[in-house]
């Protein structure tokens, strides 16, 4: 059965305008939905397995405040098959099921000393420096996507607003996206730095890119677990990632549930 006729199977009349991706650090996100639906993405056709420690593997639908959501507890990363569209399927359910407005969290590290772990950024605009994209492939004259304004101008504001009213610090920047799954070298990171990059992480590019494919609107933001490489120091790891995304993930949760009331 197609993912969007298991999960209205499922849902009932719930009729989701917004979605969102939660990466790491945000998956106490899902627990303010209430009566909340949980479906496997092992049910989902098309859905990605389970790959990345740090990760739930499961589509969370409810209402959230008085916002009906789907969340997307778990992503597909490019790094785990070196397939950018990995995350196509999930995106064109969503689509199928009438979501307008997508918002996509990450965790990622930071190119200024200014903009510790526990920050949390939001992406203005990004570089692509994966070599890859999720439309290769796509024949249809729609894979040229104009990226312009990929990111929401109205989401963004209702971010920005939300975030004063939570009292939270909301930075802004450009997400870099490297491909992973290593780390990038204290070269690369200087080189991020020189090109305009304020963020470097492993994901949401190509759903960016794929959302916007899809005709959906998009706002995305990072919680910030580390100062990128070379900056401090220390090796990078992925315990440091788990362990310090929460503290960000709390922080950009509030600023969400806020958002989302917003643009009902
Ligand atoms: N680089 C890439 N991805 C990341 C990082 C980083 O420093 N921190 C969290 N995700």
Same mark, same amino acid.
């Given at each position: 059965?197609?993912?969007?006729?298991?999960?209205?199977?499922?849902?009932g009349?719930l009729?989701?305008?917004?979605?969102?991706?939660?990466g790491?650090?945000?998956?106490?996100?899902a627990e303010r #939905?209430?009566d909340?639906?949980?479906i496997?993405? =092992?049910?989902l056709?098309g859905?990605?397995?389970s790959? #990345?420690?740090?990760?739930?593997?499961?589509?969370?639908?409810? #209402?959230?405040?008085?916002c009906?959501?789907i969340?997307l507890?778990?992503?597909a990363?490019?790094?785990?098959h =070196?397939?950018?569209s990995?995350?196509?399927?999930?995106l064109?359910?969503?689509?199928?099921?009438?979501?307008?407005?997508?918002?996509?969290?990450?965790?990622?590290?930071?190119?200024?000393?200014?903009?510790?772990?526990?920050?949390?950024?939001?992406i203005?605009?990004?570089?692509?420096?994966?070599?890859?994209?999720?439309?290769?492939g796509?024949?249809?004259?729609?894979?040229? #996507?104009?990226?312009?304004?990929?990111?929401?101008a109205?989401m963004?504001?209702?971010?920005d607003?939300?975030?004063?009213?939570?009292?939270?610090?909301?930075?802004?920047g450009?997400?870099?996206?490297f491909s992973?799954?290593?780390?990038?070298?204290?070269?690369?990171?200087?080189?991020?730095?020189?090109?305009?990059a304020?963020?470097?992480?492993?994901?949401?590019?190509?759903?960016?890119?794929?959302a916007?494919?899809?005709?959906?609107?998009?706002?995305?933001a990072?919680?910030?677990t580390?100062l990128?490489?070379?900056m401090?120091?220390?090796?990078?790891?992925?315990?440091e990632?788990?362990?310090?995304?929460?503290i =960000?993930?709390?922080?950009?949760?509030?600023?969400?549930?806020?958002?989302?009331?917003?643009?009902?």
């Amino acid at each position: 059965m197609y993912a969007a006729t298991t999960i209205r199977s499922r849902i009932g009349s719930l009729e989701p305008k917004t979605a969102i991706v939660l990466g790491s650090g945000l998956g106490t996100l899902a627990e303010r #939905v209430s009566d909340p639906v949980r479906i496997p993405y =092992g049910d989902l056709d098309g859905f990605p397995g389970s790959g #990345v420690s740090g990760h739930a593997a499961e589509l969370v639908a409810g #209402v959230m405040g008085a916002c009906p959501v789907i969340m997307l507890s778990g992503r597909a990363h490019y790094y785990e098959h =070196g397939d950018a569209s990995a995350m196509r399927a999930p995106l064109e359910t969503l689509r199928a099921l009438g979501v307008e407005k997508l918002f996509l969290t990450n965790a990622a590290g930071s190119l200024h000393p200014e903009m510790p772990a526990g920050s949390v950024m939001q992406i203005t605009d990004h570089i692509n420096f994966s070599g890859s994209n999720p439309l290769f492939g796509e024949t249809s004259d729609r894979r040229f #996507v104009g990226l312009t304004s990929a990111y929401d101008a109205d989401m963004r504001a209702a971010m920005d607003a939300a975030a004063q009213q939570c009292g939270h610090f909301l930075h802004r920047g450009v997400y870099m996206w490297f491909s992973g799954p290593s780390f990038e070298t204290p070269a690369e990171i200087r080189m991020a730095r020189t090109i305009g990059a304020d963020a470097v992480g492993m994901s949401t590019v190509p759903e960016v890119i794929l959302a916007r494919f899809l005709g959906m609107r998009v706002a995305a933001a990072s919680v910030i677990t580390n100062l990128a490489a070379g900056m401090s120091g220390d090796e990078l790891s992925h315990q440091e990632t788990k362990d310090m995304a929460p503290i =960000g993930g709390a922080r950009l949760a509030d600023i969400l549930f806020k958002t989302v009331q917003t643009l009902v």
